[in-house]
T-cell receptor
Framework: EPEVTQTPSHQVTQMGQEVILRCVPI?????FYWYRQILGQKVEFLVS????????KSEIFDDQFSVERPDGSNFTLKIRSTKLEDSAMYFC????????????FGPGTRLTVT | AQSVTQLGSHVSVSEGALVLLRCNYS??????LFWYVQYPNQGLQLLLK??????LVKGINGFEAEFKKSETSFHLTKPSAHMSDAAEYFC????????????FGKGTRLSVIA
């Protein structure tokens, strides 16, 4: 069964460093998302991406964040200058965009900022 | 704005007992409702969804949920708990279509006691 994959599974970085989280969505899906979950808190929406552009973003998704689909298969989230409060589990999701309404989630990347 | 409230961050049941996980939502438009399950070190997996039509929906692993508009609820149930049901369960809501971002509740950790 097709699945969303994410790399790395765990990333440790120092405050102020740039990180890139990578996702490979399911191949025939058209909509892509990033969510995050700070430890002990709810899963929060960051950004959605369709047709090579951001379709919606939350207040969390400020100028330090960016997304890209560089090669038609990967979907990346870049954090330019990490802060301690960026420590969280980051989930990528994708959906076909039809009436199944199901977003398929990857296993997540745990980002630890020290 | 939409929101989801899950009553009880931790629920513990005996093996074979009824599982009831509560979810209430707030939405100014007809909601699309979802339950996701997260096993340790894995991504979010869709258990079931309500979009339109029958208000009692059945999902995988014997779970079902009933959409009650008058109570703004979408509680998840399973008649008989199994040890393998131990996981984190998330209720989520979206609007308009399945392509819009999901708004999650804080999650309920289900423990099953032998």
């Amino acid at each position: 069964e097709p699945e969303v994959t994410q790399t790395p599974s765990h990333q440790v970085t120092q405050m102020g460093q740039e990180v890139i989280l990578r996702c490979v969505p399911i191949s025939n899906h058209l909509y892509f998302y990033w969510y995050r979950q700070i430890l002990g808190q709810k899963v929060e929406f960051l950004v959605s991406f369709y047709n090579n552009e951001i379709s919606e973003k939350s207040e969390i998704f400020d100028d330090q964040f960016s997304v890209e689909r560089p090669d038609g298969s990967n979907f990346t989230l870049k954090i330019r200058s990490t802060k301690l409060e960026d420590s969280a589990m980051y989930f990528c999701a994708s959906t076909q965009g039809d009436t199944t309404y199901e977003q398929y989630f990857g296993p997540g990347t745990r980002l630890t900022v020290t | 704005a939409q929101s989801v409230t899950q009553l009880g961050s931790h629920v513990s049941v005996s093996e074979g007992a009824l599982v009831l996980l509560r979810c209430n939502y707030s939405s100014s438009v007809p909601p699309y409702l979802f339950w996701y399950v997260q096993y340790p070190n894995q991504g979010l997996q869709l258990l079931l969804k309500y979009t339109t039509g029958a208000t009692l929906v059945k999902g995988i692993n014997g779970f079902e949920a009933e959409f009650k508009k008058s109570e703004t609820s979408f509680h998840l149930t399973k008649p008989s708990a199994h040890m393998s049901d131990a996981a984190e369960y998330f209720c989520a809501v979206s609007h308009n279509s399945g392509n819009t971002p999901l708004v999650f509740g804080k999650g309920t950790r289900l423990s099953v006691i032998a």
